[in-house]
């Protein structure tokens, strides 16, 4: 799916919502950037996506370096839903 808008919650919270650039089988999030490099917001703004989307994994991958650079997230705080 593209463009998945997710509601955040900050201590019950509605403080508004995020949007992944990609969802793939609603366990991997793609955030796509085409920058010189990456930098640390970026990649910190792709683990704020998994937590938030409450995913194992995401990848941050970035086409406009002089080469393809991609990083693999994991999700420190991921839990299986149980419900």
Known sequence: ????EQRIFYHGIDVGT???DFVVEEK?????KALINLEDVH???AKNYV???NFPVGLLINFGAISLQYKKVFNPKY???QD
């Not at 799916?1 to 998945?4: A, D, I, L, P, T």
């Not at 991997?28 to 796509?32: N, Q, R, T, Y």
């Open 1 to 4: 799916m593209r463009e998945v």
């Open 18 to 20: 995020r949007r992944a």
């Open 79 to 81: 839990r299986l839903n």
């Open 28 to 32: 991997i999030m793609v955030e796509l």
């Open 43 to 45: 990649l910190a703004q």
């Open 51 to 53: 937590v938030a989307y």
